[in-house]
């Protein structure tokens, strides 16, 4: 083979290993004759297995430039190209990471198809005996779960049900925050979901948390507005407008010379702007002075290669303001890994295939601060192939000020709750008494025609 951009030969690959030490090379001789429709002396055989093998390279460089140089999405694109299912792990045998790629956890296989959930075990109506099933990722329907109940009635253990039959069924990855320990300390429920455990700040994230999606000054604008408005947040105090601009255009240096940019490369460029225009360090930098002695990060794995994997992030032992940090952060790389995302598979029933889950056990705890990310993802993830599972005790957790999480959930139910009598005929259409509701029962609407009225399940027995 002639070519223009073939290049002058480099190491030798003996014939052994590309064909075997045996009667294997007999074998491809013959095969490569047949296929040269001739008969080939040593030196034409040798030259068609270099242009063979010279074309494959350049054909792997393609690809790799193709994915912009990202291993996860590069092998995937392989896996793709050679009809395999997505369902396999990155790594070595034993699961362990590949040097430059992402973890062991299986990738995501987006196949669509219809996902039909059982809402526990045995989960039937209580009044008919028929089993109680809820399709996720119906056509036109919000794929997004809410989950109620006071504490010990249940409903993180109905919720991870939901989710093991998710990945059962979808292959999605799973992205659990866990604030109390429960999940994580039960290696059962890791092991079901496919998850890796990650516990800040005893143990830093394996992401690139701060990535800017797009290489032009627009993006990193968008990425320093998008971080501003997290951390702000996290402050005991809200910040005043002199000292939210100057957040943003210390994020803009940030994100602009920095590459891959850490939380610490940001409070560096809050002091040298402080510094520039003589002003005095205040309730920002006292939180960057907190957060920054951990290491809640580490800029190992890309946003495609992490959300692709599933993992419980276990905040329970971290400080309050690193908890809301590390979620925001996380919420915001989602919402941006999602929106540079296609839209995700149909079947021929229009059924969305899922790629990535996010589940909040205790919602309560960030649902208050209006966080613009999650919000943005409960709104738009749907047709990138996004759902969010909210865990909480009332009704009144979802209803917030500036947002109503309820009114963009798919399934919502709930157990045992003193929630207002207000909300429960908002949420339900009617009114329902939850207070009373026996161990293992739960209320919830379908929304499938013909189920006009909230049903009583038997979800769990003792």
Same mark, same amino acid.
């Given at each position: 083979?002639?070519?223009?951009?073939?290049?002058?030969?480099?190491?030798?690959?003996?014939?052994?290993?590309?064909?075997?030490?045996?009667?294997?090379?007999?074998?491809?001789?013959?095969?490569?004759?047949?296929?040269?429709? $001739?008969?080939?002396? &040593?030196? @034409? /055989?040798?030259?068609?297995? !270099?242009?063979?093998?010279?074309? *494959? =390279?350049?054909?792997?460089?393609?690809?790799?430039?193709?994915?912009?140089?990202?291993?996860?999405?590069?092998?995937?694109?392989?896996?793709?190209?050679?009809?395999?299912?997505?369902?396999?792990?990155?790594?070595?045998?034993?699961?362990?990471?590949?040097?430059?790629?992402?973890?062991?956890?299986?990738?995501?296989?987006?196949?669509?198809?219809?996902?039909?959930?059982?809402?526990?075990?045995?989960?039937?109506?209580?009044?008919?005996?028929?089993?109680?099933?809820?399709?996720?990722?119906?056509?036109?329907?919000?794929?997004?779960?809410?989950?109620?109940?006071?504490?010990?009635?249940?409903?993180?253990?109905?919720?991870?049900?939901?989710?093991?039959?998710?990945?059962?069924?979808?292959?999605?990855?799973?992205? $659990?925050?866990?604030? &109390?320990? @429960? /999940?994580?300390?039960?290696? !059962?429920?890791?092991?079901?979901? *496919? =998850?890796?455990?990650?516990?800040?700040?005893?143990?830093?994230?394996?992401?690139?948390?701060?990535?800017?999606?797009?290489?032009?000054?627009?993006?990193?604008?968008?990425?320093?507005?998008?971080?501003?408005?997290?951390?702000?947040?996290?402050?005991?105090?809200?910040?005043?407008?002199?000292?939210?601009?100057?957040?943003?255009?210390?994020?803009?240096?940030?994100?602009?010379?920095?590459?891959?940019?850490?939380?610490?490369?940001?409070?560096?460029?809050?002091?040298?702007?402080?510094?520039?225009?003589?002003?005095?360090?205040?309730?920002?930098?006292?939180?960057?002075?907190?957060?920054?002695?951990?290491?809640?990060?580490?800029?190992?794995?890309?946003?495609?290669?992490?959300?692709?994997?599933?993992?419980?992030?276990?905040?329970?032992?971290?400080?309050?303001?690193?908890?809301?940090?590390?979620?925001?952060?996380?919420?915001? =790389?989602?919402?941006?890994?999602?929106?540079?995302?296609?839209?995700?598979?149909?079947?021929?029933?229009?059924?969305?295939?899922?790629?990535?889950?996010?589940?909040?056990?205790?919602?309560?705890?960030?649902?208050?601060?209006?966080?613009?990310?999650?919000?943005?993802?409960?709104?738009?993830?749907?047709?990138?192939?996004?759902?969010?599972?909210?865990?909480?005790?009332?009704?009144?957790?979802?209803?917030?000020?500036?947002?109503?999480?309820?009114?963009?959930?798919?399934?919502?139910?709930?157990?045992?709750?003193?929630?207002?009598?207000?909300?429960?005929?908002?949420?339900?259409?009617?009114?329902?008494?939850?207070?009373?509701?026996?161990?293992?029962?739960?209320?919830?609407?379908?929304?499938?025609?013909?189920?006009?009225?909230?049903?009583?399940?038997?979800?769990?027995?003792?």
């Amino acid at each position: 083979m002639e070519s223009e951009d073939r290049e002058e030969p480099g190491k030798v690959i003996r014939g052994d290993p590309l064909f075997g030490s045996g009667s294997e090379i007999g074998a491809w001789a013959a095969l490569i004759n047949e296929h040269a429709d $001739a008969i080939l002396d &040593k030196v @034409d /055989l040798q030259r068609h297995v !270099a242009a063979h093998w010279h074309r *494959g =390279a350049q054909l792997l460089k393609n690809d790799w430039q193709e994915v912009g140089g990202d291993y996860a999405r590069f092998v995937m694109l392989l896996c793709d190209r050679a009809g395999l299912r997505r369902s396999g792990g990155i790594g070595d045998e034993d699961g362990s990471p590949v040097a430059g790629g992402g973890g062991g956890a299986p990738v995501v296989d987006t196949t669509a198809r219809p996902v039909v959930l059982r809402l526990g075990e045995p989960g039937t109506d209580l009044s008919t005996g028929e089993e109680v099933t809820w399709a996720i990722n119906a056509p036109g329907r919000s794929p997004h779960i809410a989950a109620m109940g006071t504490l010990g009635t249940g409903k993180t253990r109905i919720g991870m049900g939901l989710l093991q039959q998710l990945r059962e069924q979808s292959g999605c990855a799973i992205l $659990a925050f866990d604030f &109390k320990g @429960d /999940l994580s300390e039960n290696p !059962a429920i890791a092991q079901s979901l *496919g =998850a890796k455990v990650v516990r800040p700040p005893r143990e830093p994230i394996p992401l690139d948390v701060l990535r800017v999606m797009a290489a032009d000054q627009q993006a990193v604008d968008v990425a320093a507005l998008r971080f501003r408005e997290s951390f702000v947040r996290v402050c005991a105090s809200k910040p005043g407008a002199k000292q939210q601009s100057a957040l943003t255009e210390a994020a803009r240096r940030a994100l602009g010379r920095q590459r891959p940019t850490r939380l610490d490369d940001m409070q560096a460029a809050l002091l040298d702007l402080y510094e520039e225009t003589e002003q005095k360090q205040d309730s920002i930098t006292a939180t960057f002075d907190d957060l920054c002695r951990f290491t809640l990060f580490e800029p190992t794995m890309a946003p495609d290669a992490f959300f692709r994997q599933s993992w419980i992030i276990d905040l329970h032992d971290a400080p309050e303001t690193a908890q809301r940090l590390v979620a925001f952060l996380l919420f915001d =790389a989602l919402d941006a890994w999602f929106k540079q995302l296609p839209d995700a598979p149909l079947d021929a029933g229009s059924h969305r295939g899922l790629r990535t889950v996010l589940a909040i056990d205790e919602a309560r705890r960030i649902l208050g601060y209006g966080q613009p990310s999650l919000i943005e993802i409960v709104r738009m993830s749907r047709s990138k192939g996004g759902a969010v599972m909210l865990i909480s005790q009332s009704p009144d957790d979802f209803m917030q000020e500036d947002e109503d999480f309820l009114a963009n959930i798919g399934l919502l139910f709930s157990f045992r709750t003193n929630a207002k009598p207000g909300s429960l005929q908002r949420v339900f259409g009617e009114k329902v008494d939850l207070a009373g509701l026996a161990d293992g029962v739960c209320v919830t609407r379908i929304p499938d025609a013909g189920r006009k009225r909230p049903q009583r399940v038997q979800a769990w027995k003792a």
